[in-house]
């Protein structure tokens, strides 16, 4: 099929052929998408002075639990800030472990340092660039307390096995869903599924609040810690104690009311509040529209050698939310081995900006074997002499063949036909270039 599909494709464009896209993409992947009614949300809360306020934030939270159908968020000034206070809500103390991927963005595993635990890596499953269920049984140790799972370029990960792991061994399962805003495994929204969901909103992610995170869970006590960690003002003040509006109900966590346990101020600027409640409710439709364009694109290209989409079967009741930080990946076997460098620069030719992309593996970066954060004479993940937990190159070798794989495709925010087929074309252009079609 693609050698007869070949011979009907206009000359490569790295051979002296038209280029596939020509024209400008206008607001084909502008994102986040801002409207007047989001500039006057912002306005409001600063005419007002209410920058520090809670209201607007309250309301956000209100919204976004409801979105996921869950009785607890609370936002923070980022995603971050949001993960670790997770962790510490979920019982991570110093000197105990955390499960995570190696290939994610750093946030989904440092805050674990920060509470005096450490991080045993896991590897990553090849055709969903999530943690692999078969790669984290192993790694459970009398100390381990977290397994925490990144729905990677918003691909959900495969909860099931994950959650039946992690409820034999006892463990905690924290979602890291700064990708996949909004996403379903096999029907449920994700965030909902383990015992906390941190969900970063900086302007890049897909559901964008300038900056921001939420924390969201089902779980009261989870929840009652997180405020305690980090919202100091809503459970009283130092003079008057606890207050009578505090929601902490823990008389341990009551004792403290006033102050932060973490040390942290986790308050979200409500200039960001405001832009973030009026993406949330526009949000819904918006991924529907972008859900449409990638399979649109992913459905032409099916076939093409080299090529690989990275998205769900729609009939699973799986979604790729907000498809944020689109990816495709390499099949460098059916391209007679020639390097993904090669084949994004026949892309670019075309005249579509493809670069080799995804996150590099964390388990290898000297921060995680050689640093003294704690001024304690030794690394600072090596929490228990007895359990070095650190690996070096060649232990995880999914995540390791990982960036050899992956390419950046066209994040497109609006379902135009005939532009998504141009954009198409140029990655069936570049395939038929490495072999050797016209
Ligand atoms: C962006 C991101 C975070 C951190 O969120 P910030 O809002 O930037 O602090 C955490 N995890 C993942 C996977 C991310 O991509």
């Given at each position: 099929?693609?050698?007869?599909?070949?011979t009907?494709?206009?000359?490569?464009?790295i051979?002296?052929?038209?280029?596939?896209?020509?024209?400008?993409?206008?607001?084909?992947?502008?994102?986040?998408?801002?409207?007047?009614?989001?500039?006057?949300?912002?306005?409001?809360?600063?005419?007002r002075?209410?920058?520090?306020g809670?209201?607007?934030?309250?309301q956000?939270e209100?919204?976004?639990?409801?979105?996921?159908?869950?009785?607890?968020a609370?936002?923070h000034?980022?995603?971050?800030?949001?993960?670790?206070?997770g962790?510490?809500?979920l019982?991570?103390?110093?000197?105990?472990?955390?499960?995570?991927?190696?290939?994610t963005?750093?946030?989904s595993?440092?805050?674990?340092?920060?509470?005096?635990a450490?991080?045993?890596?896991?590897?990553?499953d090849?055709?969903t660039?999530?943690?692999?269920?078969?790669?984290?049984?192993?790694?459970?140790?009398?100390?381990?307390?977290v397994?925490?799972?990144?729905?990677?370029c918003?691909?959900?990960?495969d909860?099931?096995?994950?959650?039946?792991?992690?409820r034999?061994?006892?463990?905690?399962?924290?979602?890291?869903?700064?990708?996949?805003?909004?996403?379903?495994?096999?029907?449920?929204?994700?965030?909902?599924?383990g015992?906390?969901?941190?969900?970063?909103?900086?302007?890049?992610?897909?559901?964008?609040?300038?900056?921001?995170?939420?924390?969201?869970?089902k779980?009261?006590?989870?929840?009652?810690?997180?405020?305690?960690?980090?919202?100091?003002?809503?459970t009283?003040?130092?003079s008057?104690w606890?207050t009578?509006?505090?929601?902490?109900?823990?008389?341990?966590?009551?004792?403290?009311?006033?102050?932060?346990?973490?040390g942290?101020?986790?308050?979200?600027?409500?200039?960001?509040?405001a832009?973030?409640?009026?993406q949330?409710?526009?949000?819904p439709?918006?991924?529907?529209?972008?859900?449409?364009?990638?399979?649109?694109?992913?459905?032409?290209?099916?076939?093409?050698?080299?090529?690989?989409?990275?998205?769900v079967?729609?009939?699973?009741?799986s979604?790729?939310?907000?498809w944020?930080?689109?990816?495709?990946?390499?099949?460098?076997?059916?391209?007679g081995?020639?390097?993904?460098?090669?084949?994004?620069?026949?892309v670019?030719?075309?005249?579509?900006?493809?670069?080799?992309?995804?996150?590099?593996?964390?388990?290898v970066h000297?921060?995680?074997?050689?640093?003294?954060i704690?001024?304690?004479?030794?690394?600072?993940?090596?929490?228990?002499?007895?359990?070095?937990?650190?690996?070096?190159?060649?232990?995880?070798?999914?995540?390791?063949?990982?960036?050899?794989?992956?390419?950046?495709?066209?994040?497109?925010?609006?379902?135009?036909?005939?532009?998504i087929?141009?954009?198409?074309?140029?990655?069936?252009?570049?395939?038929?270039?490495?072999?050797?079609?016209?």
């Amino acid at each position: 099929m693609s050698v007869v599909a070949s011979t009907h494709l206009p000359v490569p464009a790295i051979h002296g052929g038209p280029k596939a896209v020509e024209a400008a993409p206008g607001d084909l992947f502008t994102w986040p998408i801002v409207m007047k009614e989001d500039e006057e949300a912002v306005l409001e809360v600063l005419r007002r002075g209410a920058m520090s306020g809670l209201d607007v934030t309250r309301q956000f939270e209100k919204e976004f639990a409801e979105y996921h159908d869950v009785p607890y968020a609370l936002a923070h000034p980022n995603g971050t800030a949001a993960i670790l206070a997770g962790l510490w809500a979920l019982g991570v103390r110093q000197g105990d472990e955390i499960i995570a991927p190696t290939v994610t963005y750093w946030a989904s595993a440092l805050p674990a340092l920060g509470l005096g635990a450490t991080v045993n890596f896991a590897d990553i499953d090849p055709k969903t660039i999530c943690i692999a269920p078969k790669d984290i049984e192993s790694r459970i140790g009398p100390r381990t307390k977290v397994i925490v799972v990144v729905h990677y370029c918003a691909h959900p990960c495969d909860m099931d096995p994950i959650m039946e792991i992690a409820r034999k061994h006892k463990l905690k399962v924290l979602e890291d869903v700064s990708h996949a805003h909004g996403g379903r495994y096999k029907g449920r929204m994700l965030g909902t599924i383990g015992d906390v969901a941190c969900f970063s909103l900086m302007s890049g992610k897909s559901l964008a609040a300038g900056e921001g995170g939420m924390l969201v869970t089902k779980d009261r006590e989870v929840y009652e810690r997180a405020v305690a960690w980090g919202h100091y003002e809503r459970t009283g003040s130092y003079s008057k104690w606890a207050t009578c509006d505090s929601p902490l109900t823990d008389p341990e966590l009551r004792k403290f009311a006033g102050l932060p346990l973490g040390g942290c101020k986790n308050r979200l600027n409500q200039l960001a509040s405001a832009f973030g409640r009026v993406q949330l409710k526009h949000y819904p439709k918006r991924i529907e529209v972008i859900q449409r364009a990638m399979n649109r694109f992913w459905d032409l290209l099916e076939g093409t050698p080299g090529v690989r989409a990275h998205r769900v079967d729609p009939k699973s009741g799986s979604t790729m939310a907000g498809w944020y930080s689109a990816i495709g990946l390499y099949e460098a076997s059916e391209l007679g081995g020639v390097p993904i460098e090669r084949f994004c620069d026949a892309v670019r030719a075309e005249g579509v900006e493809c670069r080799p992309a995804g996150n590099q593996c964390l388990h290898v970066h000297p921060l995680f074997h050689e640093a003294d954060i704690y001024g304690t004479g030794r690394p600072s993940t090596l929490v228990d002499k007895r359990r070095d937990v650190r690996q070096g190159p060649g232990t995880l070798p999914n995540a390791e063949a990982f960036s050899a794989r992956c390419f950046s495709v066209p994040w497109f925010k609006h379902d135009r036909v005939d532009e998504i087929e141009r954009y198409a074309l140029a990655y069936k252009k570049a395939s038929a270039s490495l072999r050797g079609g016209n």
